[in-house]
């Protein structure tokens, strides 16, 4: 008689990291069940194991099965970003959108802590948060004005409903030296790779951050991490990159999004290999039919592949085989959002004060344009002077509204999910602009599939910016 199916838990309060992932491994050579291989095994055992085939033998798949929950509280939004940069992991974050910013809440850089810079960098975070401060009572009234309070709504509930509200325009003048707090849930392959790329890092703050979380992590990863050391390649890359990069002189685009690159062939090579999954022929047979069909039959094709998809159902992988490449400036509180989506590739530049700055209607209307400009002025200034001795940890001082160069490159698959998740109404206004607009080239070049991008259909990227900017690259005087 056949086995009767086993599922179960490996408990995670008994047995190390480490011991987990190696009675996973085991597996592959013994007969036993995973039951019977743990409770063989000790820290001990499992110590000699990990240092015999991962660390010696470079068996590193071993790792993904040792998983670590770290929260890592109060640094700072710029250092956030390279511990958010790893692909295979999960991230949970201080929210700008629900939270409200005390203004003691940053980050003094170890580089400014005996520099001579360092009152001007404290007076002009001071000035930020104090705009920040300022800001949130008078953006308040406008959005009440816009969404009035329910007959039956208590105050608490309606505060609830209409923060993120006020404190999403209020939150652009929020600097990049803002602390947070970040959950982090990983396994112990990607943190190595993680933990390398911050010990290398050309911020103090993030080469410290990184020794913090390696020195957590080693309590329960005591073998698989303990070799990661800071990489020679890293740093030099980085240096002599920035080096060059400063023999090219700075320029502006006229357009603030671009479509650089697409497969012409990617639509069609999609709706191939639809047919090749479900049929038996050659990928070139299938892609020949493709080509030789009708607009209309590759449209029929397309229909079939997405008109039948919710919302939330996740498209079939397929999609995946057309691929773009996207030029986008934004402010940096829609980048924090853009970041997010790590299955693209991202390239972004470093956090500057050269590219403009958004300005929000509502701050506008609630009277405090002149406020936010003299703030948006003094973080200028002070990037300019900082930048000179401190390249680096001038970002720091940069708001959210300041805007920033990335560089994307997804495929459609990718495309469908971060399109409809960031044009949904709930999403920032400002990577609702994004979304829209990115829908909009894609779908110039998808004539048979670009209709089923899922994207808010209420409203287009030019309606986002007459309803929610006075302007989107405004340069300080």
Same mark, same amino acid.
């Given at each position: 008689?056949?086995?009767?199916?086993?599922?179960?838990?490996?408990?995670?309060?008994?047995?190390?990291?480490?011991?987990?992932? $190696?009675?996973?491994?085991?597996?592959?050579?013994?007969?036993?069940?995973?039951?019977?291989?743990?409770?063989?095994?000790t820290?001990?055992?499992?110590?000699?194991?990990?240092?015999?085939?991962?660390?010696g033998?470079?068996?590193?798949?071993?790792?993904e099965?040792?998983?670590?929950?770290?929260? $890592?509280?109060?640094?700072?939004?710029?250092?956030?970003?390279?511990?958010?940069?790893?692909?295979?992991?999960?991230?949970?974050?201080?929210?700008?959108? &629900?939270?409200?910013?005390?203004?003691?809440? &940053?980050?003094?850089?170890?580089?400014?802590?005996t520099?001579?810079?360092?009152?001007?960098?404290e007076?002009?975070?001071?000035?930020?948060?104090? /705009?920040?401060?300022?800001?949130?009572?008078?953006?308040?009234?406008?959005?009440?004005?816009?969404?009035?309070?329910?007959?039956?709504?208590?105050?608490?509930?309606?505060?609830?409903?209409?923060?993120?509200?006020?404190?999403?325009v209020?939150?652009?003048?929020?600097?990049?030296?803002?602390?947070?707090?970040?959950?982090? /849930?990983?396994?112990?392959?990607?943190?190595?790779?993680?933990?390398?790329?911050?010990?290398?890092?050309?911020?103090?703050?993030?080469?410290?951050?990184?020794?913090?979380?390696?020195?957590?992590?080693?309590?329960?990863?005591?073998?698989?991490i303990?070799?990661?050391?800071?990489?020679? &390649?890293?740093?030099?890359?980085?240096?002599?990159?920035t080096?060059?990069?400063?023999?090219?002189?700075?320029?502006?685009?006229?357009?603030?999004?671009?479509?650089?690159?697409?497969?012409?062939?990617?639509?069609?090579?999609?709706?191939?290999?639809?047919?090749?999954?479900?049929g038996?022929?050659?990928?070139?047979?299938?892609?020949?039919?493709?080509?030789?069909? /009708?607009?209309?039959?590759?449209?029929?094709?397309?229909?079939?592949?997405?008109?039948g998809?919710?919302?939330?159902?996740?498209?079939l992988?397929?999609?995946? &085989?057309?691929?773009?490449?996207?030029?986008?400036?934004?402010?940096?509180?829609?980048?924090?959002?853009?970041?997010?989506?790590?299955?693209?590739?991202?390239?972004?530049?470093?956090?500057?004060?050269?590219?403009?700055?958004?300005?929000?209607?509502?701050?506008v209307?609630?009277?405090?344009?002149?406020?936010?400009?003299?703030?948006?002025?003094?973080?200028?200034?002070?990037?300019?002077?900082?930048?000179?001795d401190?390249?680096?940890?001038?970002?720091?001082?940069?708001?959210?509204?300041?805007?920033r160069? $990335?560089?994307?490159?997804?495929?459609? !698959?990718?495309?469908?999910?971060?399109?409809?998740?960031?044009?949904?109404?709930?999403?920032?206004?400002?990577?609702?602009?994004?979304?829209? !607009?990115?829908?909009?080239?894609?779908?110039?070049?998808?004539?048979?599939?670009?209709?089923?991008?899922?994207?808010?259909?209420?409203?287009?990227?030019?309606?986002?910016?007459?309803?929610?900017?006075?302007? /989107?690259a405004?340069?300080?005087?």
């Amino acid at each position: 008689m056949p086995l009767n199916r086993q599922v179960y838990l490996l408990d995670s309060m008994r047995l190390s990291p480490e011991t987990i992932a $190696v009675a996973f491994a085991k597996t592959s050579r013994s007969p036993q069940s995973f039951r019977e291989i743990a409770a063989e095994l000790t820290d001990e055992k499992s110590a000699e194991f990990h240092e015999k085939w991962v660390v010696g033998y470079g068996h590193a798949s071993v790792a993904e099965h040792a998983v670590l929950h770290i929260a $890592v509280e109060n640094v700072s939004r710029l250092a956030v970003e390279c511990l958010e940069s790893n692909r295979l992991a999960s991230y949970t974050e201080k929210s700008t959108r &629900y939270q409200k910013w005390d203004a003691q809440a &940053y980050c003094l850089p170890p580089e400014l802590e005996t520099h001579p810079l360092r009152a001007l960098y404290e007076d002009t975070i001071g000035t930020l948060f104090e /705009t920040y401060q300022h800001l949130l009572e008078p953006v308040r009234q406008v959005i009440e004005q816009r969404l009035p309070r329910r007959e039956d709504e208590s105050e608490s509930a309606y505060d609830r409903r209409i923060r993120s509200e006020y404190v999403d325009v209020c939150r652009f003048a929020l600097p990049a030296a803002a602390l947070a707090n970040v959950g982090v /849930t990983i396994n112990a392959r990607a943190l190595e790779h993680a933990l390398r790329k911050m010990l290398s890092h050309p911020l103090a703050e993030v080469r410290q951050m990184g020794e913090e979380i390696k020195q957590v992590a080693l309590e329960r990863l005591p073998t698989l991490i303990r070799y990661v050391e800071p990489v020679a &390649y890293l740093e030099q890359t980085a240096r002599n990159f920035t080096q060059h990069a400063r023999t090219l002189p700075p320029a502006e685009d006229a357009d603030w999004c671009r479509l650089l690159s697409w497969d012409a062939q990617g639509e069609n090579r999609i709706l191939a290999a639809a047919l090749y999954r479900f049929g038996h022929m050659p990928f070139a047979q299938a892609l020949r039919a493709v080509e030789n069909a /009708t607009a209309a039959e590759r449209a029929h094709l397309a229909e079939m592949l997405l008109a039948g998809r919710g919302r939330h159902d996740i498209p079939l992988r397929e999609l995946e &085989y057309a691929y773009f490449t996207v030029d986008v400036l934004l402010d940096q509180g829609a980048y924090f959002e853009l970041k997010r989506h790590r299955m693209m590739t991202q390239t972004a530049q470093r956090l500057s004060a050269l590219h403009g700055y958004a300005l929000p209607k509502a701050i506008v209307e609630a009277g405090m344009a002149e406020t936010f400009r003299l703030a948006m002025r003094a973080a200028h200034r002070a990037y300019l002077r900082l930048s000179a001795d401190l390249p680096e940890a001038a970002s720091y001082v940069v708001p959210n509204a300041y805007n920033r160069r $990335v560089l994307m490159h997804f495929n459609l !698959r990718t495309a469908l999910h971060w399109l409809a998740l960031r044009s949904a109404p709930n999403a920032h206004f400002s990577m609702r602009r994004v979304a829209q !607009r990115v829908a909009q080239e894609l779908r110039s070049v998808l004539p048979a599939l670009g209709r089923y991008l899922l994207v808010e259909e209420d409203e287009t990227w030019q309606d986002i910016e007459a309803r929610h900017f006075a302007a /989107t690259a405004e340069r300080p005087e």
